[in-house]
T-cell receptor, first 111, second 120 residues
């Protein structure tokens, strides 16, 4: 089992729709959860971080964390073509304190 | 805030050359810096972690004599690829994490723009 799992996609949504990106992790001791966006050929850019169960909203982005289910998600409201990128879920492992990345989900927002 | 500057953006050089990449945190003190490499269509691979003033900790399979890391200050880390060969061609990305409360590991990592290294 991978430590951080994401569906590779592509996830295709129409412009203006809500994009829902999901991630599960295996280390129950993990405490810190991050979403990064990576455009093709570029480095990752921090979008959101969340530490507590529940929802955290920042503009069009909402991160959701459920530690009991070991599940973290990112919702993007009013998706724009410029949101098209690979979204990386990253988790700080409870045992290693290292940031562990999922393989990313490719999001394609169709105009 | 939380800007990480990485230079150079592109390097093309001959086989056998040593290449130095700089990573600077511009508006915060980076207690820990990380070096990653990424091959096309693959995920980020952590190469090493460095804390200011300490020797870097390398991941399994990463040659410490090949990839020299120096983290001499709270704002600067360098990666030197020694005697680079074509198989070292990759996208190298640094990231930095600043001080936080009780748990430094909770602080987000901020990434530089990356260095695309091509060895001919």
């Amino acid at each position: 089992q991978k430590e951080v799992e994401q569906n590779s996609g592509p996830l295709s949504v129409p412009e203006g729709a809500i994009a829902s990106l999901n991630c599960t992790y295996s280390d129950r001791g993990s405490q810190s959860f991050f979403w990064y966006r990576q455009y093709s050929g570029k480095s990752p850019e921090l979008i959101m971080f969340i530490y507590s169960n529940g929802d955290k909203e920042d503009g069009r982005f909402t991160a959701q964390l459920n530690k009991a289910s070991q599940y973290v998600s990112l919702l993007i409201r009013d998706s724009q073509p410029s949101d098209s990128a690979t979204y990386l879920c990253a988790v700080v492992g409870g045992a290693t304190n290292k940031l562990i990345f999922g393989t990313g989900t490719l999001l394609a927002v169709q105009p | 805030g939380a800007v990480v500057s990485q230079h150079p953006s592109w390097v093309i050089c001959k086989s056998g050359t040593s290449v130095k990449i700089e990573c600077r945190s511009l508006d915060f003190q980076a207690t820990t810096m990380f070096w990653y490499r990424q091959f096309p269509k693959q995920s980020l691979m952590l190469m090493a972690t460095s804390n200011e003033g300490s020797k870097a900790t390398y991941e399994q399979g990463v040659e410490k004599d090949k990839f020299l890391i120096n983290h001499a200050s709270l704002t600067l880390s360098t990666l030197t690829v020694t005697s680079a060969h074509p198989e070292d061609s990759s996208f190298y990305i640094c990231s930095a994490r600043g001080r936080g409360g009780a748990g430094y590991s909770n602080q987000p990592q901020h990434f530089g723009d990356g260095t695309r290294l091509s060895i001919l």
